[in-house]
């Protein structure tokens, strides 16, 4: 199915996605002090982009890793066929004039989807983010985005200094800390939004090992697209149970990662089922004083 529908070359230069923008600017040297520091993985950074397994093979070919134009069709990429669902479950549209915290932004596209429909961002980045190129990819737009440097733990905000706080976590290591919920409850007002993206434990994978234990004698499961570790809907609601609201959903699958008989069945309908990632949201209380902190009691 998915090659015939045409398999969209991630750096094919000839294609223009998105409006024309001002010539693209040369690698600087801040790209190449980055690149020298730690080992960045193109291929890697893409897939992260774009939520495919980590050794994707149809990558890094034909445009030049890091230059503007790369960046440009990660970003168009990232919400088309699978990732369609993106900008309706993070709301893109729907909060301009609010203040956002965006936690594990990846290259800074869905940064860029705020803040061109109004909202002011705030890129909180980590150790773990590759924080050179986000900056740099963030500068190419004159846009109201800002970044901070963020710890695992701590967030360096006043209490309730934003509207909403997304979270993407399809890559953490750990499972949502109930330190760092505490921290972003204190830093959202009183009825502020969190927006999370989790990996799913029972996802295609857990149900195909599950169902079809002996698939490895005739097939290979595709590895899983997210690295983080895997929650379940029950155990979200239980850290972040200080927030109220609660609207947990499964999104993104891909018919390529299904055995051959599944993939006969109605996609849309498997990933509401089996997707690979879960889409958290809950409300912080009306009634909580803006800023208040939360008990970090089991």
């Known amino acids: 199915m998915d090659a015939a529908r045409g398999n969209l070359r991630l750096y094919n230069a000839e294609v223009a996605f998105l409006p024309e923008r001002e010539p693209a600017a040369p690698v ?25 397994p980590l050794g994707h093979a149809r990558a890094a070919r034909g445009l030049v890793p890091f230059s503007a134009a790369w960046y440009d069709e990660l970003e168009q990429k990232r919400y088309q066929r699978h990732g369609a669902w993106l900008p309706g479950a993070l709301e893109f549209g729907r909060h301009p004039g609010e203040s956002l915290l965006l936690l594990g932004p ?29 900056r740099e990819n963030l500068a190419r737009h004159v846009l109201p985005i800002r970044t901070a440097n963020v710890g695992t733990t701590s967030l360096p905000f006043p209490d ?3 509207d909403v706080v997304t979270w993407n ?15 972003v409850f204190r830093v959202l007002k009183a009825g502020g939004k969190v927006i999370g993206l989790f990996p799913a434990h029972y996802d295609a994978g857990y149900w195909q090992d599950l169902i079809l234990p002996l698939q490895w004698l005739y097939w290979q499961r595709p590895a899983d697209s997210a690295t983080g570790a895997k929650v379940t809907g029950r155990q979200l609601r239980h850290t972040f149970r200080a927030f109220h609201e ?53």
């Not at 609660?246 to 997707?275: A, D, N, T, Y």
């Open 28 to 52: 600087t040297s801040s790209r190449r002090l980055a690149a020298l520091r730690q080992p960045l993985d193109p291929i890697a950074l893409a897939n992260r982009e774009l939520i495919r």
């Open 160 to 162: 309730g200094a934003f």
């Open 106 to 134: 990846g290259l800074g596209s869905d940064a860029v989807r705020y803040a061109s429909a109004g909202t002011p961002v705030t890129v909180g980045l980590t150790a773990a983010d590759a924080d050179e190129l986000v």
């Open 169 to 183: 976590a399809l890559h953490d290591p750990a499972p949502p800390a109930p330190s760092r919920v505490a921290e």
């Open 246 to 298: 609660f609207k947990v959903s499964k999104r993104h699958l891909r018919r390529s990662e299904l055995p051959h008989p599944w993939r006969v069945l109605p996609l849309v309908v498997l990933e509401r089922l089996i997707g690979r990632v879960l889409v958290f949201k809950a409300m912080k209380p009306l009634s909580a004083r803006s800023g208040g902190t939360i008990s970090l009691a089991a």
